[in-house]
């Protein structure tokens, strides 16, 4: 098993997080004593709009069984990868997908091999991601953007498009500000008829598919009158000043790439997860439908900035305000669940109220072993007396949880399982899935989207999946005494945080002593 510092510099494990903060910071320090390079400035293109749902597509077939919204849970990775490929392979239209990162591993090919197969069909796609984790794949995805039906656009883009991530963040240091606020949201919509929203990225380990390290997640897979609202704020994103055509920031040519070690993986997974033919396909959407919840639902995504990404007076907190709105109205209960738990004052605050009214509030987040950026764990660890002490309860997911045998792709011995999802449930009735974490990050500086929805069976549902996760087989339960924290497990009793070595509770001390809650 790698130690933490093995983790640390690993981009299998540590890449969704680490990379980003770990640069963003050191770019802050080195900010301050340079700069004066010039500026990126924003793109204005002519506005385009989703186009109207596609009555002839194989996905129409699910206004044939509701036409109300409708929601199916996407709880496990290999739940979340099969109809994820199988809309893709539906889709005879259109395809919108906006997402935060997408590797070029076995999983991320094969996503982008069906994508291709689509756009052969002649469905027109249109791809957004953010630019956090991008370098070195210009010139991939220049040949992807070369297909005559692919649309690609890179959001709030590097202007100096170095192939290594250290590289790039200190060749545009004169810009960390405007780099510093990214977009988070995660979003696929296919001819106007279903979508995917979530926490999940696009990579083979919050799929169950790595071979070291994977992620526990969760997505809803929707359909009905919402997904127009989906569709407006992919628009509001795609047509924004500062998505740049892949074509205006790569300063490349496209040219084949060589890829043969991970399309061979690809080709492997494509066979685990074939493509069905139409009439098939049609059988397993209206089965799903027919079984699927039917909860009040409504979008709340945060609008990209207006003018700067970095403007101060124009900060994404839509998200932010509805999260904090719906633990204010709780009357009984709230779970949530957060990879990155590091409570903001009003969150604090709004917590602190709720366990006064009488409500009980759990927690669940990651432990310092399962958590892959143990900067965020160091400061959630600043933390946790105040949330005790309010009386909250709070569990941590164990790294080496029996519940891999439920997330991850067999063998699953030596893997270690981290948390991902983002939800919360409140009441037994009111639920939030998304791309929203309970962190500064999220909640003030980058964007998110997900969705709030009302039904009682659907929030059961989740209660039902969560309370795996809180078994104590699975999770660390901290508790807080006269002598002060103690993790709990399985008849195991500790006074420090369950690390893998003496090292890495030094790190973790060394980087809560650091001023960087704001950035986490």
Request: proline share 5%; aromatic share 8%.
């Amino acid at each position: 098993m790698p130690n933490s510092l093995a983790l640390l510099r690993s981009s299998r494990f540590y890449l969704s997080r680490e990379l980003w903060r770990r640069n963003s910071l050191v770019a802050a320090f080195a900010c301050f004593f340079l700069g004066g390079c010039s500026q990126l400035q924003p793109i204005q293109l002519p506005s385009e709009t989703a186009s109207a749902p596609d009555d002839q597509s194989v996905l129409a077939v699910v206004d044939t069984v509701s036409r109300r919204d409708w929601q199916h849970v996407l709880n496990t990775g290999d739940q979340a990868l099969t109809w994820r490929l199988r809309t893709i392979d539906s889709a005879s239209s259109t395809i919108d997908l906006q997402t935060f990162l997408w590797l070029d591993d076995p999983v991320g090919h094969l996503l982008h091999d069906r994508i291709l197969a689509a756009a052969d069909r002649g469905v027109k796609i249109r791809i957004l991601i953010d630019d956090s984790f991008l370098a070195g794949q210009d010139q991939a995805n220049l040949r992807f953007a070369a297909h005559p039906n692919v649309s690609y656009r890179i959001y709030n883009p590097y202007q100096r498009r170095s192939s290594g991530t250290a590289a790039r963040a200190l060749l545009n240091l004169g810009e960390f500000s405007r780099l510093d606020h990214r977009m988070h949201n995660k979003i696929m919509v296919a001819d106007g008829q279903v979508a995917i929203v979530g926490g999940r990225n696009l990579a083979d380990q919050y799929f169950g598919h790595d071979l070291e390290a994977n992620f526990r997640d969760m997505e809803l897979l929707v359909g009905g009158p919402v997904i127009s609202d989906l569709e407006k704020s992919f628009d509001s994103y795609w047509n924004d000043d500062w998505s740049f055509p892949i074509e205006e920031v790569a300063h490349l040519r496209a040219r084949e790439v060589e890829r043969t070690a991970i399309a061979k993986s690809a080709a492997v997974l494509s066979r685990k997860y074939p493509s069905e033919p139409v009439g098939e396909q049609a059988r397993l959407w209206s089965e799903l439908v027919d079984t699927s919840y039917r909860a009040r639902v409504r979008v709340i995504a945060d609008a990209p900035p207006s003018s700067r990404p970095e403007s101060n007076s124009d900060r994404p907190d839509l998200v932010a305000r509805n999260l904090k709105q719906l633990i204010q109205g709780a009357r009984s209960d709230v779970l949530i669940v957060s990879a990155y738990l590091i409570p903001t004052p009003a969150v604090t605050e709004v917590l602190r109220q709720a366990e006064q009214r009488g409500v009980e509030v759990r927690l669940l987040t990651n432990s310092i072993n399962s958590n892959n950026h143990l900067p965020a764990y160091a400061v959630y660890r600043n933390h946790l007396e105040e949330l005790l002490a309010l009386g909250a309860e709070v569990y941590e997911m164990r790294v080496d949880a029996q519940s891999r045998d439920k997330y991850l792709v067999p063998p699953t011995d030596g893997k270690d399982l981290g948390l991902h999802a983002k939800y919360m449930i409140v009441d037994g009735v009111r639920v939030f899935v998304g791309s929203a974490n309970f962190d500064p990050r999220s909640l003030r500086i980058n964007t998110e989207v997900g969705l709030v929805l009302e039904n009682r069976e659907l929030a059961q549902r989740l209660l039902l999946e969560s309370q795996t996760d809180l078994e104590e087989q699975n999770a660390w339960r901290v508790d807080l005494d006269e002598q002060g924290l103690i993790w709990s497990s399985q008849s195991q009793n500790r006074r420090t945080p369950p690390a893998r070595s003496s090292f890495q509770r030094v790190e973790a001390w060394f980087f809560a002593h650091l001023p960087i809650e704001a950035e986490m």
